[in-house]
């Protein structure tokens, strides 16, 4: 049985930082995709940050470019999120999604996404 366990999110003020875990368990980590998303109440699901099975590509969303980090650690089956300078707007649940590598692979996609987390609440005071 796949688990994706999301954990690290809490209340801080804006320009703190948070790192945000996943750990894996029921898959063979270094095998997958993994991506963060985010999501706010009444909003879509949004793309936050990707990196490639073999860790070597990463792609961010616009709006964390520079201030998020997206990482692994295979030895750990955990995936990372380092946030950075967070704002008001970084409000949110945070997902972890995995999914092999296929043909035609869109990060930014959730539909590519075969397996989530639960999410972690981040929440950011003005």
């Known amino acids: 049985q796949v688990r994706l366990i999301e954990s690290g999110g809490e209340m801080v003020q804006a320009g703190a930082s948070l790192k945000l875990s996943c750990a894996s368990s029921?898959?063979?980590?270094?095998?997958?995709?993994m991506a963060w998303f985010r999501q706010s109440p009444g909003k879509e699901r949004e793309f936050v940050a990707a990196i490639t099975w073999h860790g070597e590509t990463t792609d961010y969303a616009d709006s964390v470019k520079g201030r998020f980090t997206i990482s692994k650690d295979n030895a750990e089956n955990t995936l990372y999120l380092q946030m950075d300078t967070l704002t008001p707007e970084d409000t949110a649940v945070y997902y972890c999604a995995f999914v092999l590598p296929s043909f035609n692979y869109r990060p930014r996609v959730p539909h590519e996404y075969e397996y989530w987390g639960q999410g972690t609440q981040v929440t950011v005071a003005s």
């Open positions: 029921g898959l063979t980590f270094p095998n997958y995709h």
